[in-house]
């Protein structure tokens, strides 16, 4: 029989994974031992090692599924008083793209059977991820499914917004590094070439920094062609990097650890923390359970403090105590959550403590845009105009020389 890997959503214990044998996919729920709604993902074991490292993965070339917006329309069509089957037939009727048809008519299909509509998405994990199947399993049976998955929707709105501002605050350090890098190569490539024949003469008597820059710019134009090539694989060379994950992850620990930079990212990390676990907490997913599933939404620097937290909730902390012992509460939040829990409105004072500190994403913009960009445009400016001093410094050798 061949080997699974199980991802199964406990509600107490939160998501668990597991390696059974079992003689195919459809046995897997009754070889544990557990409802088949439990099931989040089956992999067979085999199938999984067989893939190797990609630099060029598939995925980023694909549009994502539009979740926010099913969500969205999924909750008014509910909301208006549509069955569920008639409301996802009415989605994939609207719909254009042949991937997201397909993952509809998957749904949609084993609705059909009698299945639940966390099952059916539960049976796609690389569509549906594990926040919003929890939502939704968690509230499709108390006829919240609606107001559960509105409440998602706004929450990926809210990602969305967030990123979309830092990429807007990161185009024009781009745009600077791009015409900049076209300057240096026009230098390097054209004008050089022709410089170091003019000056071939000299010798011995240009400076040393003159010397390599001429000999550089006569090698560029004997061989333009691999000039070029050498250029075009140190720019393929840097998208390979940037792209593995390790350089990510070295990324974001060094990003995390600048001054000024650093504790926005951390409150920006936090606040989505606040919103993905208030908003699990009002769907009736309970603390513990929640606290398991947003350790793969957080950044990475937070999981194993999520983690660490959650070990101290299933041991009988209360989450505020958790979350400062972990480093994981600001004073704000610390205070909101006290008063949460002492309240009963843990899932409010969560969400609130979220919109405070959403204010930090217009300072970390700010940030970007008066000290990076200026410290951009000062780099640029010394490399450029240090290559033009080192050309022109042997003419000026030359007229004193001369004079």
């Avoid at 031992?33 to 893939?51: F, H, K």
């Avoid at 691999?226 to 060379?237: H, K, N, S």
Wanted: charged share 15%; hydrophobic share 55%.
């Amino acid at each position: 029989m061949p080997d699974f890997l199980i991802r199964v959503f406990d509600p107490v214990h939160g998501v668990q994974q597991s390696r059974i044998s079992a003689p195919d996919r459809h046995a897997v729920a009754a070889q544990l031992g557990v409802a088949p709604q439990r099931i989040l993902s089956v992999q067979e074991v085999g199938a999984a090692a067989t893939g190797g490292l990609k630099l060029w993965p598939a995925a980023r070339g694909t549009k994502r599924f539009p979740l926010q917006l099913f969500s969205q329309e999924l909750a008014v069509l509910l909301d208006a008083g549509i069955a569920l089957l008639e409301a996802l037939s009415t989605l994939r009727e609207k719909e254009s793209r042949t991937d997201v048809q397909q993952a509809l008519d998957a749904v949609i299909a084993m609705v059909r059977e009698g299945r639940a509509l966390s099952v059916a998405m539960q049976a796609q994990p690389a569509v549906f991820d594990e926040l919003v199947c929890a939502i939704v399993a968690a509230n499709e049976r108390t006829g919240q499914l609606a107001l559960a998955l509105s409440q998602h929707a706004k929450y990926l709105a809210w990602v969305e917004a967030l990123r979309s501002r830092l990429v807007a605050a990161c185009v024009y350090p781009l745009l600077l590094l791009i015409v900049g890098g076209a300057v240096i190569m026009f230098l390097l490539l054209f004008v050089l070439p022709r410089f170091a024949g003019i000056l071939d003469g000299l010798g011995d008597k240009l400076p040393w920094a003159s010397q390599v820059l001429i000999s550089f710019g006569r090698v560029a134009g004997e061989h333009p062609g691999l000039a070029l090539g050498g250029a075009a694989m140190l720019v393929f060379a840097g998208v390979v990097v940037w792209r593995h994950p390790s350089t990510h992850q070295a990324l974001i620990h060094w990003a995390w650890r600048m001054p000024g930079l650093g504790p926005r990212l951390r409150v920006l990390a936090l606040a989505r923390l606040y919103r993905s676990l208030g908003m699990l907490l009002a769907s009736g997913v309970p603390a513990l359970a929640a606290l398991r599933i947003v350790r793969g939404v957080v950044a990475p620097p937070w999981r194993a403090p999520v983690a660490a937290a959650a070990d101290m909730v299933a041991q009988g902390e209360r989450l505020s105590a958790a979350f400062e012992a972990q480093d994981l509460a600001t004073p704000v939040a610390r205070r909101m959550l006290r008063v949460g829990e002492r309240s009963g409105e843990l899932a409010a004072m969560l969400e609130r403590a979220a919109a405070f500190h959403d204010e930090e994403a217009v300072r970390l913009t700010e940030l970007l845009t008066r000290a990076i960009n200026p410290i951009l445009m000062l780099i640029m400016g010394v490399v450029i105009g240090g290559i033009i001093v080192l050309m022109y410094l042997p003419i000026f050798q030359l007229v004193e020389q001369v004079q």
